[in-house]
Each structure stands twice: as structure tokens, then as C-alpha cells.
Nanobody, 119 residues
Framework: VQLQASGGGLVQAGGSLRLSCAAS????????MGWFRRAPGKGREYVAS?????DYVDSVKGRFTISRDNDRNMLYLQMNSLSPDDTAVYYC????????????????WGQGTQVTVSS
């Protein structure tokens, strides 16, 4: 099983980025998929998850949108109104559980993609 995250980059505050995550090796249509991030000097932080519903950490609500395309085995994170506080390495993850918001319940992880927001 492999997860490949992409779409990160350097953007100015207020800008937008769309992260993508390609899953291969198995289908994840019934699994929860999520995004996490790790900012410099900080621990891993939950960002959002999706299965039959979606969930977001409070700090990104109204700015980020998680979505998926099960036919293509793809996961996305649309990030709008970015701020320097969003600077982090973003990781996509997949869980065998029908719902998961904690990192411990995710078995599969992508390699991460860097998002840098300049002020």
C-alpha cells in the first residue's frame, strides 16, 4: 500500500493550495482517509478526515475542504486563506476504521508534502 502526497509549495498569506494524495495497492473506498501536518518544532497535528462525513480541526474550519474521489483512489485538501501558521509538512493517511480522527488509528501514511506560507 502506498500513499503519495503532492501539491505543496510556497504561497503568500491569503493564498490557496490544493494538496492531492494518490493511493495505490488497495482500494480505500470504505476507509477513513485523513490529513495531518507537522509544523517546524511541533508535533503531528490532525487536520481533517473524510469517510461518509467530514471533520476538521477548529483552526482550519471554513478555510480547508477535504474531499475524495474513490473511483480514482484520490484524496484532496483544498486550502484557502492560508496563513503562516499553516506552514508545515502535510501528510495524507488511510485508516482501516470506518471513522478515525487520531493518528493512532491510521495505518498507512504518505511521505509528506511541504507547505510554506509567507507573510
Amino acid at each position: 500500500v502506498q500513499l503519495q502526497a503532492s501539491g505543496g509549495g510556497l504561497v503568500q498569506a491569503g493564498g490557496s493550495l490544493r494538496l492531492s494524495c494518490a493511493a495505490s495497492g488497495r482500494t480505500f473506498g470504505s476507509s477513513t482517509m485523513g490529513w495531518f501536518r507537522r509544523a517546524p518544532g511541533k508535533g503531528r497535528e490532525y487536520v481533517a478526515s473524510i469517510n461518509w462525513r467530514t471533520d476538521y480541526v477548529d483552526s482550519v474550519k471554513g478555510r480547508f475542504t477535504i474531499s475524495r474521489d474513490n473511483d480514482r483512489n484520490m484524496l484532496y485538501l483544498q486550502m484557502n486563506s492560508l496563513s503562516p501558521d499553516d506552514t508545515a509538512v502535510y501528510y495524507c493517511a488511510a485508516s482501516r476504521y470506518s471513522w478515525a480522527t487520531s493518528a493512532q488509528r491510521y495505518e498507512y501514511w504518505g511521505q509528506g508534502t511541504q507547505v510554506t506560507v509567507s507573510s
